[in-house]
């Protein structure tokens, strides 16, 4: 039985078809509704809830037509199809893709060992988040057009290292937008923090906040319901640019086919074979657009959800239990660093049948008593597709050793979550389907953790480290990153949690 059986008998009925084809996308929590260019507008919807399209799985998609296409052609595809109601599709791809990535493939497909690595980290940021935060600026604007707004979109984003600064690359000087960005103070590699507060712009800000990732999450989104209804400031309109938001999830989507259609051009595989995807994972997104494709027809094998020493989804995935009540580690994966991971609410909604009772019934459990449990048949449905494994710090350096010694592929730390995972999951579910494992940084973004996997030398600062890193690989670090050295530092604000709502309303003032 798929995630979808149970919900047909009440999503599907003739009387809401006309509704649903003016307004596809719906509320996790409740019935609100919205057109797909306002669901990329608002972020969040009004209730708190994420927007899914209920009918997911069910509107029909000519993968293998799709597969045959370049890059960008399966962009337009995708991206039509996950978001029906935006005009010009081919545009919004091309000026969000076309020159602004090193690699014409997007995301090249690197085989090492016995399993494939896709490289997402070859856009503006040197992160996977650059291939949705590329489009996502492309689509607000067509979004704002199409709705015929006028107030000003401020973009709150939390971050845990990445998006920060793609959405701040993405954003900044775009008309009729502005952008702040908190990030955990002292939570976030060197790199990270130099790309963040030197960002440019006459439209952005960038704070830190003394505490973990979570605590920004959670304070972003006490701010989005606080103004669900309201203005924070006159002409002004509140949206996200983290994966809670569908504009930012469903481009992530197109690099599942990419590989996919990259292993069939090579002839490693024939169009339905299934393929394994291992994925480092922290807020769910990036994984849960692998169950995205799969719903609309890819022919996906197993996802496995990696997780570092925070590993509440790997214990979620083997237990049914989800549980952020334990300690939080600061890890040399900080992108990781999540105990509350917002996309599987996502998930959740397909699991329970899309009872929105029952989702909205769990947040409110994870938000005031910390943890919820779902039941064995909706454990069984997530199972048939996700599998969850982890690895500590020492496993993640270790593997970043071995794998730069045995195949002479250096890996960045979230990475070596994933591949070690990608070994366990491998000698534990006897899986002999090909295995992609998604690379989403540069190893230049952690210079520090890497050299101490190599055995190297990690004093200096940040761009010593690189340059360090550099000799001993024999790679080049990306310009994006190399040149932050000797840039100005233009943001210098760190607060405390319980100062971010203020702390938003004096930026809208001021933007």
């Known amino acids: 039985m798929s995630l979808f059986t149970r919900m047909k008998s009440r999503l599907v009925s003739a009387g809401e078809k006309a509704e649903r084809d003016s307004l596809p996308f719906q509320s996790t929590r409740g019935d609100l509704r919205a057109s797909a260019p306002e669901a990329v507008l608002r ?3 009004p209730d708190g809830g994420l927007y899914i399209d209920p009918l997911l799985a069910s ?6 037509a799709c597969l045959a296409l370049e890059p960008l052609g399966q962009a337009e595809m995708i991206l039509s199809h996950l978001l029906p109601g935006f005009q010009d599709m081919h545009t919004l791809v091309c000026n969000a893709y076309q020159g602004r990535f090193a ?7 690197v085989p090492v060992g016995d399993r494939y690595i896709l490289e997402l980290y070859h856009g503006p940021t040197a992160a996977f988040k650059d291939v949705a935060l ?3 600026p492309q689509l607000m604007t067509a979004a704002r057009a199409l709705t015929g707004v006028r107030e000003k979109t401020v973009i709150l984003t939390a971050t845990s290292g990445d998006t920060g600064k793609a959405a701040l690359e993405g954003f900044h000087d775009v008309p009729g937008t502005g952008i702040v960005v908190f990030f955990p103070h002292q939570g976030v590699s060197a790199v990270q923090e130099a790309q963040m507060l030197t960002q440019i712009g006459n439209n952005v800000a960038v704070c830190a906040v003394r505490g973990n990732f979570d605590d920004c999450q959670s304070a972003v ?3 989005f319901s606080a103004y669900a209804d309201r203005a924070p ?9 983290n994966s809670i938001n569908i504009g930012r999830l469903a481009p992530q989507v197109v690099y599942y086919f990419l590989a996919y259609a990259s292993l069939m051009r090579d002839g490693k595989i024939t169009f339905g074979d299934p393929v394994d995807y291992v994925v480092p994972t922290g807020n769910f997104g990036d994984i849960l657009a692998g169950w995205y494709a799969k719903q609309i027809g890819l022919p996906v094998g197993r996802l496995v959800c990696a997780s570092n020493a925070n590993r509440v989804l790997t214990d979620f995935i083997n237990t049914g239990v989800y549980d952020r009540r334990r300690s939080f580690y600061k890890t040399v994966s900080p992108s990781m660093d999540i105990l509350v991971s917002s996309n599987l609410e996502r998930l959740l909604y397909y699991a329970c049948g899309g009872d929105t009772d029952a989702v909205r019934g769990n947040m409110l459990r994870l938000q005031n008593s910390g943890y919820y449990k779902l039941g064995a048949g909706e454990m069984a449905l997530i199972r048939r597709d996700f599998s969850g494994y982890c690895c500590t710090e020492e496993q993640t350096l270790e593997t970043i050793r071995d794998c730069f010694r045995n195949t002479g592929y250096l890996c960045d730390t979230h990475t070596a979550v994933a591949l070690h995972a990608a070994e366990e999951y491998r000698e534990a579910e006897k899986s002999d389907a090909p295995q992609v494992v998604l690379s989403t940084a540069s190893p230049f973004k952690f210079p520090a953790a890497v050299l101490t996997a190599l055995g190297e030398s990690s004093e200096g600062d940040a761009f010593c480290q690189m340059e360090r890193l550099a000799e001993v690989s024999g790679l080049t670090p990306p310009s994006s990153l190399s040149g932050l050295q000797g840039k100005e530092i233009l943001h210098h604000d760190v607060i405390n949690r319980e100062e971010i709502s203020d702390y938003v309303i004096d930026r809208l003032k001021a933007f």
């Open 103 to 109: 690699s014409e493939a997007l995301t090249p497909l």
């Open 134 to 136: 590329c489009m996502l």
């Open 59 to 64: 509107r029909a998609f000519d993968v293998k």
């Open 233 to 241: 400031v006159p002409g002004v309109r509140l949206s996200s640019a």
């Open 221 to 223: 989104k006490s701010v």
């Open 43 to 45: 972020g969040l919807a």
